[in-house]
């Protein structure tokens, strides 16, 4: 068994923006290479050239890295770096909107005490939004929602889609209010708290405060 985390990183406007992934898998002994296998499966299934995430961003956005990492097992990593035109795909006479507006995706909760998770792109084009409504046409927001819960079948393994569990815990002792979160200690227990199979499904335009100028972006 293994169980990765997924960067997926790039720029808008010179502000960064990334996506954080789960997957894991069922193999009884974990494989030599998973992470370098997860990435290349992400690329071709998920962020190909041609995909869907890619279609959705302007020419604005350029994409920069895909880093994946066993959690329980960190000498099983590997990144891959885009070339540097790769950017997205969306045609239309307008750029893209400020880096702090995106377009969200969420799925359905699975556990009472567990938030839905959520993916958020940026670098959508200004003439897909009308109001508080964003439609680039066609079936893209599907064609990714369907991309986002796909298991990748790799040449070593097969990733399933998961959104993690973490546990609550306090980092400072002398701060016992203040909480973080952080993946469970073993595996095992990570498995057990985190999602089965997973239905993303598009949701909103939403805007990030850190990405506003000023704000800590």
């Not at 299934?45 to 895909?66: E, H, N």
């Not at 880096?99 to 940026?122: D, H, L, M, Q």
């Amino acid at each position: 068994m293994a169980f990765y985390s997924l960067v997926h990183t790039g720029t808008v406007y010179e502000q960064q923006w990334q996506n954080q992934y789960n997957y894991q898998t069922n193999l009884a002994v974990p494989v030599t290479g998973g992470a370098e296998d997860l990435v290349t499966e992400f690329l071709a299934d998920v962020a190909p050239k041609v995909g869907a995430i890619q279609r959705l961003s302007t020419a604005q956005f350029q994409y920069r890295t895909i880093y994946a990492v066993d959690v329980y097992d960190d000498t099983d990593f590997f990144e891959y770096v885009y070339a540097p035109n790769s950017t997205g795909l969306r045609g239309g006479a307008g750029p893209a909107l400020s880096p702090f507006i995106s377009y969200s995706f969420r799925t359905e909760r699975w556990r009472v005490k567990r938030n839905r998770g959520y993916k958020r792109f940026a670098g959508i084009c200004e003439d897909d939004v009308t109001g508080n409504d964003y439609d680039p046409g066609g079936t893209i927001i599907a064609d990714i929602a369907a991309q986002l819960g796909t298991e990748l079948i790799g040449a070593l393994e097969t990733y399933y889609p998961t959104i993690a569990g973490k546990e609550e815990y306090v980092p400072d002792p002398e701060k016992p209010l203040k909480t973080a979160y952080k993946y469970y200690d073993t595996e095992t227990e990570e498995k057990t708290e985190s999602s089965g199979v997973i239905e993303w499904l598009g949701y909103r335009l939403t805007t990030q405060r850190s990405r506003i100028q000023g704000q800590g972006a």
